[in-house]
Nanobody
Framework: QVKLVESGGDLVQPGGSLTLSCAAS?????????IAWFRQAPGKVREAVSC????????YYADSVKGRFTISRDNARKKVFLQMNSLKHEDTAVYYC???????????????????WGQGIQVTVSS
């Protein structure tokens, strides 16, 4: 397993924007079949937010963030980003980066398909 590090969390007003980054310590993200973002709000179960695959041009989003969030990676494939626009109170959560190094081929939103996780980073949407 490799260490994943999230950054970019912050306090932002409703309607604002924020970009989260996920980097793999000591390596590139090319070693991973998929990188995903999950989040966990207070008192709620962790949920899948978005996913980008190494070998698949498509990206995947939860219905709750479609049209507002965009997942991407840099050309050097060292970081994956989650651009979050039009943020709402309900986007408040701890956001986790997760990586699949085994190519499980399961649904992108299934937590069990990911074998490396970051520590999580807080995003708070509040006025």
């Amino acid at each position: 397993q490799v260490k994943l590090v999230e950054s970019g969390g912050d306090l932002v007003q409703p309607g604002g924007s924020l970009t989260l980054s996920c980097a793999a310590s000591g390596t590139t993200l090319d070693d991973y079949y998929a990188i995903a973002w999950f989040r966990q709000a207070p008192g709620k179960v962790r949920e899948a937010v978005s996913c980008i695959n190494r070998d698949d041009p498509n990206t995947y989003y939860a219905d709750s963030v479609k049209g507002r969030f965009t997942i991407s990676r840099d050309n050097a494939r060292k970081k994956v980003f989650l651009q979050m626009n039009s943020l709402k109170h309900e986007d408040t959560a701890v956001y986790y980066c997760a990586a699949d190094s085994r190519g499980v081929g399961a649904s992108w939103s299934w937590e069990g398909g990911y074998d490396s996780w970051g520590q999580g980073i807080q995003v708070t949407v509040s006025s």
